[in-house]
């Protein structure tokens, strides 16, 4: 497999997205030697990765139908099935390992990670509930950074960050889903952008945001965070509401373009606001 289609196929820009939550929880948990945020590293792009191919190759068939998934899997024909799902027992046995390297709680929740890896493409054929999986999915990598340091569970990842990552992730995709409405409609189940229309499901979204930021505020509050902190959070305030403003101002075609290009910020600003809040203590 040549290296453009391979890096298409493994969707590294999604990964540099999620990387930062597992980041996040790390720096939650007071950072920690350099070789925990190795091995944190590459279990989440190992994690992140697999999901993608699961994902691609569990919804093959459903995907091929739809006119706007152009997953690298259907149409080109050097991505051969049987290499793939090589490619992904291989992550499997590097996530597994790595967690054990961490310690021995995160390797065994990395069974349970994989787990929920593989369920994923299967609940998203169970109406609206696919939007909140993905958000534990999403929030469950803020969790795994914590456990690589603690190895306990605490109120701060567990209840606080996580919730955070959850609404604001949910939220996310309720709005990102809009694109495929008339095709849900038709032929898959049925979330919530093809349930309720833009309106509503604009409303839930911008509901999920309001709790996202609540409960970010929240967690800086409980662990005394300082300045960079609370800048890269009005920072992300000010994010969620030009999302929102977008969708509900701009044609929608053009305005999703801008709402994901911008909601790839979000991840960034929060690690290094938290970075050197960590940092400066």
Not at 62 to 68: L, T
Not at 148 to 169: C, E, K, Y
Not at 180 to 201: N, Q, T
Not at 267 to 281: E, N, R, S
């Amino acid at each position: 497999m040549k290296l453009k289609i391979f890096i298409q196929l493994i969707r590294i820009d999604q990964t540099l997205f999620t990387l930062p939550f597992a980041y996040l929880g790390l720096l939650f948990a007071g950072g920690d030697e350099i070789y925990t945020w190795i091995w944190v590293t590459i279990a989440l792009v190992s994690a992140s990765t697999l999901g993608l191919l699961l994902n691609q190759l569990i919804d093959l068939n459903k995907d091929a139908k739809n006119p706007r998934k152009n997953r690298i899997l259907i149409s080109n024909r050097e991505v051969k099935k049987p290499s793939v799902w090589s490619l992904a027992i291989f992550l499997s046995l590097i996530l597994i390992f790595s967690a054990y390297m961490i310690n021995r709680l995160c390797f065994h929740l990395s069974f349970v990670a994989i787990l929920g890896l593989v369920i994923f493409p299967f609940i998203k054929r169970i109406n609206i509930v696919s939007h909140f999986y993905l958000g534990i999915i999403q929030a469950s990598s803020i969790i795994g950074g914590y456990l690589a340091v603690t190895s306990r569970f605490d109120i701060i990842p567990l209840l606080i960050l996580s919730i955070a990552i959850f609404m604001w992730m949910s939220g996310l995709d309720i709005i990102y889903s809009l694109k495929d409405v008339e095709f849900d409609k038709d032929k898959g189940p049925i979330p919530i952008s093809a349930r309720y229309g833009m309106g509503k499901a604009s409303m839930i979204s911008s509901i999920l945001y309001v709790f996202a930021m609540i409960a970010l505020i929240i967690a800086g509050v409980l662990t005394s965070r300082g300045t960079a902190y609370w800048v890269s959070i009005i920072s992300v305030a000010i994010i969620f509401y030009k999302q929102q403003f977008l969708i509900r101002n701009r044609d929608f075609e053009i305005a999703i373009v801008e709402f994901i290009q911008i909601n790839h910020m979000i991840p960034a600003i929060l690690f290094i606001g938290t970075f050197i809040d960590v940092m400066i203590k």
